[in-house]
């Protein structure tokens, strides 16, 4: 038999134990009136225990549980209706031993509605033969609340997520889809149900290439801003152009992310504004090329001759050859030629032809560019080097149409329309008596100014793109870009040599590059030398003869002082070579 201390004892215990747990407890007897409760009771319902012990559950407790049919139990008849009558019947006949349920009951306290959300259960107890329950509440307000608002979380996000503007695929270690949004349903063009669970692969008709490329992006572990550029075609024929991009998932570096970019509108914006800065072979979008094309457009329409002026590498060559292809004659023969290349006692003989034993080494007829072009356009680059005694004949075929081959007599007729090219200053030549007035005037019917490169800077992007695409055939390298220091110091560069020199330097770039993207350091170091700090703009000063000179010792240095090679590498005659070496005193001593 228990001391009566010892009971004491035990039984404050208990009661300390009771009042400490979390839950809120209390006891109902058969009649389901409140014989007990705990500390967690009270600061849950706000009940002290003399307003509750001994009253009915319902009235005791504001009628805080779900009631069938909408009915409170403040009374003992309505509590036969109610839910938690029901759980104490039956555990008090032992027919439920343990009864729970989740319900959630909005009443009021202290002048403010409030909604609580509980988790009760309802056990059989035997208290010295008496039936009993005890009744176990948890609130479970703060968890539902919180599950409710991350249902609310989710909604928003999936509402978010399914409208965003990108593609967006969720990719597990096995390669199948798991998750995507509705602009990835429409850029692939399938149901999504048929996508789900499906390997990536099947998402898009990639071609070999494609599917490379993206396993190498996903078997990456670290993250890079590369994307792939690819077309595909829906099952609905609608045809995108995509970029995709592969990214860790957060939660799970195994699972990958793929990101689809509907590039369609800026890609038909960009074939638009290239077809637009693309003119024949010319390339170039700003404000002195657009006059340069309408120039080329209304001479080619007309017969005349044209004087095509600018410096060495603005394309005088290129404006020539679209004049013709745009004309009458285009189905007729063009026959470029470098007046600067000709050997000065055979120059006659190259443009008008010979007849067999005109003169020493004469084995044979032999017809001239005059001839050669008859019909089509002969363009006659550094027009200026033509000698002076050689000069009348030049006139007198572009004025009577006719030539006269060395060692003939009779003239032969020679339908070419003439178009010359010079970077020299005419005018000058003239009064220097090197060149003759009226033929300077006569090929200058109509004059096409073609801008240096350093004045149209806005054009050095797209022609570098123009450049690469090329390149790429030529060297087999897939270089498509260069970085941002770079394309800083190409914008910067005054381009002495201009388009040429740009394209050289592009093709030395690529050869010696070892990535896809082209860095500083890939190009000539006389581009920008170490010493000369790199300008988002181009310098206000320039000096012209110093970067000439440069250019000269440049190239005679890669030939090994060859200066055919280096002419070649320049892209002037010789006859030009030597005159711009002997003008820097670059001619070693006699």
């Keep these: 038999m228990l001391d009566i201390v010892e009971l004491k004892r035990s039984k404050g215990f208990l009661r300390t134990v009771l009042d400490n747990i979390t839950s809120a407890l209390f006891i109902v007897d058969s009649d389901v ?33 779900t009631i069938a049919e909408g009915k409170d139990c403040g009374t003992t008849e309505n509590c036969k209706e109610c839910n938690l009558r029901s759980s104490i019947l039956g555990a008090l006949t032992k027919e ?55 249902e609310d979380l ?13 593609g967006v695929v969720l990719v597990e270690e096995d390669g199948k889809v798991s998750l995507l949004n509705h602009t990835a349903v429409r850029l692939i063009g399938k149901k999504e149900k048929s996508l789900l669970k499906n390997h990536w692969e ?20 670290s993250e890079t801003d590369e994307r792939i550029t690819t077309h595909v075609e829906t099952d609905e024929s609608q045809r995108y152009c995509i970029d995709i991009e592969v990214k860790n998932d957060p939660r799970d570096f195994k699972r990958k992310i793929l990101f689809l970019y509907d590039m369609s509108e800026i890609y038909d914006l960009r074939r638009q504004l290239d ?66 290349s000709f050997n000065e006692s055979m120059i006659a003989s ?67 329309r003439l178009v010359a090219a010079t970077n020299q200053d005419l005018f000058k030549k003239v009064s ?17 100014q ?56 592009l093709e030395w770039a690529v050869i010696n590059c070892t990535a896809s993207v082209l860095a500083p350091e890939d190009f000539p170091a006389y581009i920008v030398p170490t010493q000369r700090p790199i300008h988002d703009e181009i310098p206000a000063v320039f000096d012209k003869d110093k970067f000439k000179r440069q250019r000269l010792i440049d190239a005679l240095e890669k030939s090994n002082g060859n200066r055919a090679e280096a002419a070649r590498i320049l892209g002037i005659g010789r006859t030009t070579l030597y005159r711009q070496l002997k003008k820097f005193n670059l001619l070693p001593p006699d």
Excluded at 202 to 221: E, G, W
């Design 450 to 505: 073609l801008p240096p490169l350093r004045e149209r800077s806005e054009d050095i992007p797209l022609l570098i793109s123009y450049f690469l695409d090329s390149l790429q055939a030529a060297t087999g390298k897939e270089v498509k870009e260069v970085n941002v220091q770079a394309m800083r110091m190409l914008m910067a560069y005054n381009w002495p040599g201009n388009v040429r020199e740009l394209r050289n330097a």
């Design 350 to 416: 190259q443009l008008f032809g010979h007849k067999r034993g005109a003169f020493t080494g004469a084995v044979a007829d032999q017809p001239g560019v005059f001839e050669t072009a008859n019909g089509g356009t002969l363009f006659l680059d550094e027009i200026g080097e033509i000698p002076l005694n050689l000069q009348p004949s030049l006139l007198r075929a572009l004025q009577e149409k006719e030539i006269t081959k060395l060692g003939e007599a009779k003239p032969r007729k020679a339908n070419v």
């Design 432 to 448: 220097e008596g090197t060149f003759r007035s009226d033929l300077m005037y006569r090929i200058q019917v109509a004059i096409i």
């Design 154 to 166: 989710n909604s928003d996000f999936l509402a978010i997520f399914s409208k965003l503007r990108e």
């Design 33 to 65: 009136r409140i014989q007990g409760i705990n500390d967690s009771f009270k600061a849950l319902f706000h009940k002290e225990e003399d307003q509750v012990v001994g009253e009915l559950c319902g009235n005791a407790i504001g009628c805080v549980f």
């Design 275 to 340: 077809e637009k800065a693309r003119f024949e072979d010319l390339v170039g979008k700003s404000a002195p090329m657009q006059i340069i094309f309408q120039q080329i457009q209304n001479l080619a329409k007309v017969d005349a001759t044209v004087l095509i002026q600018g410096e060495t590498g603005t394309g005088k060559e290129l404006v020539a050859l679209a004049i013709h292809n745009l004309s009458l004659r285009r189905d007729e023969a063009f026959i470029p030629v470098n007046c600067g």
């Design 96 to 150: 439920i031993p343990t009864y729970r349920e989740k319900l959630v009951r909005s009443f009021q306290i202290q002048d403010r509605m409030i909604s609580k959300y509980f988790f009760y259960s309802a056990k059989h107890v035997d208290y010295k033969g008496e039936k009993m329950v005890l009744i176990v509440i948890d609130d479970l307000t703060k968890i539902e609340t919180q599950r409710i608002r991350l």
């Design 202 to 221: 099947k998402l898009f008709s990639f071609d070999d290439n494609d599917v490379t490329k993206i396993q190498t992006l996903l078997s990456q572990s």
